[in-house]
Each structure stands twice: as C-alpha cells, then as structure tokens.
T-cell receptor, first 110, second 115 residues
Framework: DAKTTQPTSMDCAEGRAANLPCNHSTISGNEYVYWYRQIHSQGPQYIIHGLKNNETNEMASLIITEDRKSSTLILPHATLRDTAVYYCIVRTSGTYKYIFGTGTRLKVLA | DAGVIQSPRHEVTEMGQEVTLRCKPI?????LFWYRQTMMRGLELLIYFNNNVPIDDSGMPEDRFSAKMPNASFSTLKIQPSEPRDSAVYFC?????????????FGPGTRLTVL
C-alpha cells in the first residue's frame, strides 16, 4: 500500500504557482520523499526528491515540514505542459522499490 | 542519450498467444525495472534486475509471466499464454549503479491489448 495521501485532482491557472500537497504521516527517518509526474500516455518522469531539507531544481521546489509528515511540491510558474498526474512517493534509502499511489491529477488552465 | 527504449510501442494479440516485450536500458545503468499500469491497479512493479540478475520478482502476477536480462543492454518480458486481463501499459525503467537514492528513468511504454 502507498504510504502517501494526495488530493485526487487540482486546477491551476497558467503562469501561477501550482502547490501540490502530500501527506506522509508514517514516514520514518531513513525514508526519502520523491515526486514523479506522468504526462498522458508517457512514462513517469522524475521531478525532485528530499529527505529533510527543502530542495529546488530547475523544475520545481520541494518543501518538507519540520516533522516530515507532509510536503508540498511547488511548480513556480505552471504552464499547460505541466498538466499531468503527480505522484508523491516515500522510499527507504538504499532500496529500489517505489510504491506509486493514485497521485494528483493537475490541470493547468489557460 | 536516447533514453530507455521499448518495443513494440503497441501490441495487439489474441488470447492464448505469446507476447514478448523488449527493453533497452540507458547505457551505464545497471538496475532495470518492469512495471505494469492499469486503470484498476495503477502502476505496479513486476520485477527488478540488478547487474542482470533478478533480485525481486514478487510482483510478477503468475507463471505465465517471465522476464530475462541476458546482458546489460537488453531485457525481455514474456507472457505465455496471454489473457485479456493482461491488457495494460508495460513500462521499463533503469537507474544508475547503486540503489541508494537515484532516480528511475522510464521508457515510453508498450500498450498491450489482448483480445
């Protein structure tokens, strides 16, 4: 079973920031938070991951709460091409296994 | 780099036929994964190879499914005999040496339809 809870769907206006929440209240100390997205009919694409600290890369920012029980993926300026299903995954360090939940279907509106 | 390559992209077959899906991982990656995605069950890991050796096949649904990795640049997933409930999109993914914290790179998938 997935260890994360995400809203089923969200809308965001083009050019605005998209903030996608994820709850992982049972996360343990050696578990990372990963985000992937899947654009229609394509394979999942890695976005970002983190352990404790906030992370930023060219695609997004990841904000992890101090107690690590939840996180938020931020797409700073959403475009129509960001319309996709976004998966939040908890993965134990040193292991290979992802358990994909149902994700959040983000629709970016023109 | 061409990324993970899968073939065929689409496969339509009849129940009872053998189906072989193919995957070429990214050069230099030594971990390879086969996933299956359906509307009902979402994205599920079927099998994981490390250095061409199957490490975890607990996700393989039943004996009709088999996977091989004869060398570092090629893997197959075979279904024999195929059944309509095997209809799904099958993804192959690879990752860099060391299972630590690396990302997995997914291929475009093979859409399988069993009639």
């Amino acid at each position: 079973d997935a260890k994360t809870t995400q809203p089923t769907s969200m809308d965001c206006a083009e050019g605005r920031a998209a903030n996608l929440p994820c709850n992982h209240s049972t996360i343990s100390g050696n578990e990372y938070v990963y985000w992937y997205r899947q654009i229609h009919s394509q394979g999942p694409q890695y976005i970002i991951h983190g352990l404790k600290n906030n992370e930023t890369n060219e695609m997004a920012s990841l904000i992890i709460t101090e107690d690590r029980k939840s996180s938020t993926l931020i797409l700073p300026h959403a475009t129509l091409r960001d319309t996709a299903v976004y998966y939040c995954i908890v993965r134990t360090s040193g292991t290979y296994k992802y358990i994909f939940g149902t994700g959040t279907r983000l629709k970016v509106l023109a | 780099d061409a990324g993970v390559i899968q073939s065929p992209r689409h496969e339509v077959t009849e129940m009872g036929q053998e189906v072989t899906l193919r995957c070429k991982p990214i050069s230099g990656h030594n971990s390879l994964f086969w996933y299956r995605q359906t509307m009902m069950r979402g994205l599920e890991l079927l099998i994981y190879f490390n250095n061409n050796v199957p490490i975890d096949d607990s996700g393989m649904p039943e004996d009709r499914f088999s996977a091989k990795m004869p060398n570092a640049s090629f893997s197959t997933l075979k279904i024999q005999p195929s059944e309509p409930r095997d209809s799904a999109v099958y993804f192959c993914a690879s990752s860099l040496p060391g299972t630590g914290d690396g990302e997995q790179f997914f291929g475009p998938g093979t859409r399988l339809t069993v009639l």
